[in-house]
């Protein structure tokens, strides 16, 4: 953490991918920990939840320290003076990482990112998409090529995980690696025993 950060914070954006529990499930940890959170809940994630998950958009606002309108393009997020550790999209869908590669940002969430890029602030995308064809994959290049950092959530089958849960967390877990944040949820390779 930045030596001038007396408060870290960390963004945490939910995109319309599938997979909103791994932005619910950053948000609750972080909370755990005591690290506050910036959420930007994207308009088709909010249907996304819907569909996927047995919760209300409030109770997940509910776990941020500051929530925003994914229109609100004056929010504090979306300037470089907002200090802050980085940036999380859990999940990410294509859209959005193709905004961020391009730069063309049109909502909160994809500004956010670019200026996490342009302060030269962690940014990790949980980009949720299968198959891949080549567009996305020169967007994905462009993404890692500006300094960011993609990290589908694949599961890591050493830990044996017995629940869907199980993946969550772990993933969760590596995902705040990246940031240096310890969560106690990562089941550490220790070698073949």
Known sequence: ????????????????????????????TLKSIGIPADLIISRTARIVIKQEL???????????????????MAACIASGSHLHLGMVIAPCSVRSMSEIATGVTSNLMT???????????K???MLRE??????????????????????????????RPETVDDIVNHTVGRV?????????LVKRWNGIK
């Open 176 to 184: 705040l690696d990246l940031f240096g944040i310890e969560t106690g």
């Open 1 to 28: 953490m930045s030596e001038t950060m007396t408060n870290p914070r960390l963004i945490v954006g939910i995109s319309g991918a599938s997979g909103a529990i791994y932005g619910i499930r950053t948000l609750e």
């Open 111 to 121: 500004r956010a990112a670019d200026v996490t890029l342009k302060e030269r602030r």
């Open 54 to 72: 047995n919760r209300s958009i409030s109770d997940i606002e509910a776990l941020a320290d500051r929530s925003y309108n994914p229109d609100d």
């Open 130 to 159: 299968t198959p891949l064809h080549t567009g996305h994959l020169r967007q994905m290049t462009a993404v890692s090529e500006m300094g960011g950092i993609l990290m589908p959530p694949v599961p890591a089958m050493y830990t």
């Open 123 to 125: 940014l990790v995308l």
